[in-house]
């Protein structure tokens, strides 16, 4: 199998591909897999780049969005861990790995996988102290703090790793194992990174912990990146692979030690014996993703497994130790330490390898250990065209999301998600956790079932169109509308006015009345009732007007009803006893402003009984 390694991408997928391919047509080969050391920079949108921990200068989108979205597809099994430029809250969702894109897979914080037999082990982050004993209490929006303890290494994920037994293919990180420096061209790495002296003087560059697991694991090969320079080095091992630095020392104190004889005994029941020595770890960092950089190696290398395309499958031993560790899980932001024989009583347990009795487990877990292909879209992905300015936008960091892959795997496997946990510890309500498409699904699903459904009050179109007035054949001769209702329709009024949720004070309503009919009767009073429509849901105005009022003694209905009325000319009786005389045109100032009453009219500013009702309705909805 042909692999191409990478260094540090920086979001550079396009030119990654593109010189894979140039690669495989200068060469008439076909590489069938790629491996990246950290800084992928899997940023789908601008929410995702504000949680990279960058100066804002250097923000910078990249290409993944486009592999997120569909437009392009990794035309190779693409497999990354992270780095220290990264969409954190992204690839917090998969801490146990996961699908970012169709055919691009992260490791998570740490993990092993197989790819056609070859053993392919991980972990993300770099290396500080300060950090290292710590729980992932991180979960976005993150704080300038948290920005950056998010992807520092934990002591957990070490620990884990180094429960591994068997032979290590390769091993990914983004630092590099503290001392390696000691096993290459030191004085070449010094003339071309000349800082670095300072860093060496003090043992402090690279990390202590990866130094111990480079020991412990004795991989085929390890792959990094982070200090943007190409290093090889080989490593020569003495000790025995499988055994830790901490293992080696205690098992010098003592010759007979009845914790020594518990550890025998559990290694005899292993499912597999520790690995062969490996004389050689063959180690090589390379650069970042730049022109005339060395950032990408091919390697050839044997594979157990015949097939003409890669397949992906968990790890079985990995599972198990992430089931018998799920206990360890630590959310807290204080140090806190893991079982050992040193620290912990003879009762618990500090041996993690699996058993054959865990293995079988495991196996019941999951019939096949190939990894499912259930990548989903949880966001909307970054769009070009309409964000081409985004530089100078200002986007607040993302809310904290579950994401659907982790959840089917830690309910598979029984295992927590530390997200979920840190987010329940903190108070935060668990969002809810589903796809883009099965969202806009539901959405659609929505909409159909409510096309039926009445708008909601504040959205309702009121249709105010009223029928042609009945002219009633009675004995009185002056238009009037009349005043009072019977209580039974000012209860259906109010039922609709608290449904429509609008005061009828702020009601336009426009009231075109035909002309009136004179009617040969002998009295003085001719009545013509305005029927409201109830199916409308409008409001009925009743305004009187006495024909015998002046201009003066006109003012508004207790509602404050603002009503456009123009009345037709009156046609004359031929009763002698008629007041003809009735103002033709009433004008709005006279409805908007009222003047002051003449002696001898009554005032009805008071409100009556249901109008008060309306009013204390209105009052209780604000």
Not at 355 to 361: I, K, P
Not at 470 to 496: C, F, Q, Y
Not at 540 to 549: C, E, I, K, Q, Y
Not at 568 to 574: C, D, F, G, N, W
């Amino acid at each position: 199998m042909k692999i191409a390694i990478e260094g540090c991408a920086h979001g550079e997928l396009e030119r990654i591909y593109d010189t894979i391919e140039g690669i495989e047509k200068e060469r008439n080969i076909k590489i069938d897999l790629l491996l990246c050391c950290g800084d992928f920079q899997s940023t789908r949108n601008l929410a995702d780049l504000q949680t990279m921990a960058v100066p804002r200068k250097y923000m910078d989108m990249c290409t993944f969005y486009k592999y997120y979205s569909g437009e392009r597809v990794a035309p190779i099994l693409t497999i990354f861990i992270g780095g220290n430029h990264e969409a954190s809250n992204y690839l917090q969702e998969l801490p146990y790995g996961g699908w970012v894109a169709p055919n691009i897979y992260y490791l998570g914080y740490a993990g092993v996988v197989n790819v056609n037999g070859i053993r392919i082990a991980g972990i993300s982050g770099i290396y500080k102290g300060h950090d290292f004993l710590r729980g992932h209490h991180e979960f976005p929006p993150y704080t300038e703090k948290t920005c950056r303890s998010v992807y520092h290494v934990r002591q957990l994920e070490v620990f884990r790793l180094q429960q591994l037994s068997g032979k290590v293919d390769i091993f990914m990180s983004h630092d590099w194992p503290r001392g390696i420096h000691e096993y290459g061209n030191k004085a070449q790495l010094l003339r071309f990174k000349p800082h670095f002296a300072e860093d060496i003087e003090k043992g402090q560059l690279g990390s202590r912990p990866l130094e111990e697991l480079l020991k412990t694991l004795q991989p085929t090969y390890w792959f990094a990146a982070h200090l943007h320079c190409k290093f090889a080095a080989l490593v020569q091992h003495t000790r025995t692979a499988g055994k830790s630095l901490n293992e080696e020392e205690s098992s010098s104190d003592s010759n007979s030690d009845s914790e020594e004889e518990e550890e025998e005994k559990h290694s005899k029941s292993s499912a597999t014996a520790p690995a062969a020595p490996v004389a050689v770890t063959k180690f090589l960092a390379l650069d970042k993703c730049l022109p005339k950089r060395r950032f990408l190696q091919v390697l050839d290398m044997p594979t157990s497994v015949e097939s003409e395309k890669p397949t992906l499958e968990y790890d079985i031993e990995w599972l198990s130790i992430l089931l018998t560790t799920n206990h360890l899980t630590s959310i807290k932001d204080n140090n806190y330490y893991l079982p050992g024989k040193k620290a912990g009583s003879m009762e618990e347990r500090c041996n993690f390898t699996p058993t054959v009795d865990e293995l079988s487990h495991i196996r019941h877990k999951f019939n096949n250990l190939e990894v499912p292909k259930n990548f989903c879209r949880t966001v909307n992905a970054f769009d070009a065209d309409e964000q081409q300015n985004y530089k100078q936008m200002f986007v607040d960091q993302p809310q904290a999301q579950l994401n659907p892959q982790c959840n089917d795997f830690c309910a598979i496997l029984g295992i927590d998600d530390p997200l979920c946990l840190a987010m329940l510890a903190n108070g935060k309500d668990l969002p809810q956790t589903s796809s883009l498409e099965e969202s806009t699904a539901e959405l659609n699903v929505q909409e159909t079932k409510d096309e039926d459904v009445p708008l909601a009050p504040t959205h309702r179109k009121l249709n105010l169109t009223l029928p042609a007035p009945i002219t009633a054949e009675v004995d009185k001769n002056v238009i009037e509308l009349p005043v009072e209702e019977d209580e039974e329709a000012t209860s259906r009024v109010s039922d609709v006015e608290q449904d429509l949720q609008l005061s009828p004070s702020k009601r336009k309503l426009n009231l075109k009345l035909p002309a009136p009919t004179a009617s040969e009767v002998d009295k003085d009073i001719s009545e013509v009732p305005a029927e409201v429509d109830e199916e409308s849901n409008s409001l009925p105005t009743n305004v009187a007007v006495d024909s015998t009022m002046n201009e003066q003694d006109f003012q508004l209905a207790p509602t404050k009803r603002k009503l456009n009325l123009t009345l037709p000319e009156p046609i004359a009786s031929k009763t002698d006893n008629i007041i003809s005389e009735v103002p033709v045109k009433v004008t709005e100032e006279k409805l908007e402003e009222p003047k002051a009453e003449l002696p001898g009219t009554t005032s009805i500013k008071k409100l009556k009984r249901r109008n008060q009702s309306i009013y204390q309705a209105d009052d209780m909805d604000d």
